[in-house]
């Protein structure tokens, strides 16, 4: 069972940055792509970011586009959400999520194409 385990999520400013990171169990990289998605209180759960396991491919959400960028460390077993411009709008549990392709440069941006998800952390942003 694939294990993953997000940190990085506290308070912050409007404007400020942080960085997720979800750290993996096991060597899951090179065969699985990953994507951050984020719920706020009675909203439904949004995709946000995508990577290949490769890293050669990315996909960021409109929302957050030119704020937000993903990356994957595979020496690390770890991906990376760095989160610029942070604005209120961005407050939510943000949740990492893991699925097995035998393709270097797909992504997901649907939810229910991930097989193991994190317990997610909490971003909340102030005003």
């Known amino acids: 069972q694939v294990k993953l385990v997000e940190s990085g999520g506290g308070l912050v400013q409007a404007g400020g940055s942080l960085r997720l990171a979800c750290a993996a169990s096991?060597?899951?990289?090179?065969?699985?792509?990953m994507g951050w998605f984020r719920q706020a209180p009675s909203k439904e759960r949004e995709f946000v970011a995508a990577v290949s396991w490769s890293g050669r491919s990315t996909n960021i959400a409109d929302s957050v586009k030119g704020r937000f960028t993903i990356s994957i460390v595979n020496a690390e077993n770890t991906a990376y959400l760095q989160m610029n411009s942070l604005e209120p709008e961005d407050s939510a549990v943000y949740y990492c999520?893991?699925?097995?392709?035998?393709?270097?440069?797909?992504?997901?941006?649907?939810?229910?194409?991930?097989?193991?998800w994190g317990q997610g952390t909490q971003v909340t942003v102030s005003s």
């Open positions: 096991e060597r899951i990289f090179l065969t699985y792509a």
């Open positions: 999520a893991a699925t097995r392709t035998g393709a270097s440069s797909k992504l997901y941006k649907n939810s229910d194409e991930y097989d193991y």
